[in-house]
């Protein structure tokens, strides 16, 4: 459904999930270089997505890859909205200098991120077809 609208929608619709994606690191974790890497890691999943639906032997248009790509970042951003606390406590501890050998990422947070990630990514699916 979703596909079928034309492209410039489609890319509003990514560049939307890339700045928010971005927006999100860059408030929790408060580091400016972190927020510029992962645009640029961003743009680069980003066609990476699209490369890869058309060499499927479906062939996924541009289109449909852009709406699965969108809602997957959506979908990781709000699976990382619970563990923004335990960034900006890491993020506060590496800018004072304090630096841990491990850190411990709770399960619960990983459960919630890969549960989200599932949700949106069957949603773009049905969406995209």
């Known amino acids: 459904m979703l ?10 619709m990514a560049a939307f999930a890339t700045i928010l994606f971005c927006f999100v690191l860059q408030r929790w974790m408060r580091m400016r270089k972190l927020a510029w ?13 699209v490369a890869v639906g058309g060499l499927q032997r479906q062939h996924w248009s541009a289109q449909q890859m852009l709406v699965m790509y969108s809602f997957v970042w959506t979908g990781l951003a709000i699976g990382l909205f619970p563990s923004r606390k335990f960034f900006r406590q890491l993020a506060d501890e590496a800018q004072r200098g304090a630096r841990r050998e491990d850190f411990e990422y709770p399960a619960r947070y990983g459960l919630f991120v890969c549960f989200s990630v599932i949700v949106m990514s069957f949603l773009a699916f049905l969406l995209a077809t």
Do not use: E, F, R
């Not at 890497?37 to 997505?49: D, R």
């Open 3 to 12: 596909a079928h609208l034309p492209l410039i929608y489609v890319l509003l």
């Open 37 to 49: 890497v992962s645009l640029v890691v961003s743009i680069g999943c980003c066609l990476g997505m």
